[in-house]
């Protein structure tokens, strides 16, 4: 792995853009309204069908498509986008939020399927699969050995509801290989991480995205933290690239008065769609304070402005992304589709949080990377604001439109410039491989080690730094981690526990080192 030092938070922070991508969008619509008469259109049907015809040397026609559409797309806004077949199943999958398959998280581990952990009372958990064993032959298929790639793997695992699937399985631990066969099943891809509670009275709620199912995620978290004694909640919107605008709006309807106005869409008709809350909220009182960061984008800022712009609570944080455009998928009839803008979306106080996209490629989605440069990370004073997009909450107070949500309370990334690297860099794949590693040395031990432990185990016995400085050596990757010893064991622990135990444990610990998390409770 070859990533240049100077670069490296740039590096790793990029992958967010995937999710920023996909953005804010309305649930799929049933009705054919996108299609009109136009000439022009025979012109893009004729060249095909001459190209498919007459064209000297053979071709993929379908490939051709696929250009002329992402052509098309290109000329108009960034979050139009073009996703071809193989990729739709995935990101429906993911905003639909389950799918079918055996329940196990894995990776590739010196070219064999090793389980990382299997999913709690999945398939592969109630069938006896435990963390660390190697998955060989998916009923007559070898699957070590192979540089499959883990699509092929997902494709492999997964299938129909009620489906049965022989797994060969050897347990290193144990030392001996055997046969089991698992029952497919709907396997939840949870939106909501976690709902903890922080402090005596505080609850956090962590949402990763905004899928189908991300109301019922929260609503359910939401009501388990007020049983707890919760009266103020904390919701984490960092790095949430967005998703359904309606889930967006039915939980802030949780937190908003009747007829308090959440969010407003105007398309290109100028017809103007506003969306009130209603009596049901369930949290109207309480303290509310919401966390976001340069990759909140979309739906997350469409629920951070509604409870910015009513005055409801405190956004802690940084500024966010800046998408506020709504899209509406198109299938095209051949398992590909198109996202189309189709609207603008305003928060309560009549703002657009849209920044400015003349430039339409990479550059765009790289918020990081120049707000890294310029100092915002670091400093408040660094935010741009556009002083002639000013507007006023209920109660009056100033709010800016035109790039983002400019937090209420300002957290930069870091307390000291030039650790973010490295932070960037522990919260990544290569501490899990690490851990997975150390698990896989001696299952016995840890599968009877307490989280107290544990804790004792990784702070207190120097091997396990040691043993991480010598692994990072071997990736080619040069950090000086003594001079971060404490947030290094931090992280390590953590990703013990969450391999180890549940959710909430592995939050419980991350969350004790949470700089923002910090800010929220004490400010």
Do not use: C, W
């Not at 999710?19 to 049933?30: E, R």
């Not at 309370?409 to 307390?415: C, I, K, L, N, T």
């Amino acid at each position: 792995m070859r990533m240049n030092k100077v670069y490296f938070p740039i590096v790793i922070a990029v992958a967010i853009a995937i999710g920023i991508l996909m953005g804010s969008k309305l649930n799929p619509s049933t009705e054919n309204t996108f299609f009109s008469r136009n000439t022009n259109k025979n012109k893009l049907n004729k060249l095909i069908d001459f190209i498919e015809k007459e064209y000297v040397d053979s071709l993929n026609t379908d490939s051709i498509v696929d250009l002329t559409v992402n052509g098309i797309l290109e000329k108009l806004d960034p979050h139009s986008v073009y996703i071809p077949k193989s990729d739709l199943a995935q990101v429906e999958q993911s905003m639909r939020g389950d799918f079918v398959g055996i329940g196990v998280n894995f990776y590739m581990y010196n070219d064999s399927l090793a389980v990382i952990k299997p999913i709690a009372l999945g398939p592969s958990e109630k069938a006896g699969i435990k963390a660390g064993d190697r998955i060989l032959f998916a009923d007559k298929l070898q699957l070590y050995n192979k540089k499959m790639e883990t699509d092929s793997l997902f494709s492999i695992l997964k299938g129909e509801q009620g489906s049965s699937i022989k797994l060969t399985v050897f347990r290193k631990s144990e030392n001996k290989k055997f046969a089991v066969n698992i029952i497919r099943d709907v396997i939840p891809i949870k939106s909501v991480d976690v709902a903890t509670m922080v402090s005596k009275t505080a609850g956090y709620i962590k949402i990763n995205r905004f899928a189908e199912t991300t109301y019922d995620e929260f609503f359910k978290g939401l009501t388990q933290l007020k049983k707890q004694g919760a009266n103020e909640i904390i919701i984490d919107l960092r790095d949430n690239g967005g998703g359904y605008l309606e889930s967006a709006v039915a939980i802030a309807d949780e937190f908003l008065k009747n007829k308090e106005l959440i969010v407003k869409t105007k398309n290109k008709k100028g017809k103007i769609d506003t969306t009130f809350a209603t009596e049901k909220g369930i949290f109207e009182n309480g303290k509310v304070t919401i966390l976001i960061n340069e990759n909140s984008a979309s739906a997350s800022e469409i629920l951070a402005g509604a409870i910015q712009d009513n005055d409801r609570g405190t956004i802690v944080g940084r500024r966010s992304f800046g998408k506020g455009l709504v899209q509406r998928e198109m299938p095209l009839g051949d398992g590909s589709a198109v996202r189309l803008t189709v609207a603008r979306y305003y928060t309560p106080s009549g703002r657009s949080i849209q920044k400015p996209y003349d430039d339409k490629g990479e550059n765009y989605f790289n918020e990081f990377e120049k707000r890294f440069e310029s100092g915002e990370l670091y400093e408040q004073d660094k935010t741009k604001i556009a002083d002639s997009l000013k507007f006023k909450t209920k109660k009056g107070r100033i709010v800016y439109g035109g790039g983002g949500i400019i937090p209420d309370v300002f957290v930069p990334f870091e307390s000291i410039h030039g650790e973010e690297a490295s932070t960037l860099f522990m919260q990544s794949g290569l501490v899990n491989y690490f851990v997975f590693e150390q698990l896989d040395k001696n299952r016995k031990k840890f599968e009877k080690i307490t989280p107290a432990e544990l804790e004792k185990e990784i702070k207190t016995n120097p091997y396990y730094f040691s043993e991480f400085k010598k692994h990072l050596s071997q990736t080619g990757l040069f950090f000086n981690l003594d001079a971060q010893k404490e947030k290094t064991i931090h992280y390590l622990h953590a990703e013990f526990v969450h391999q180890l135990f549940s959710e909430k444990q592995y939050y419980d610990v991350l969350l004790k080192n949470d700089g923002m998390l910090k800010k929220a409770l004490n400010k």
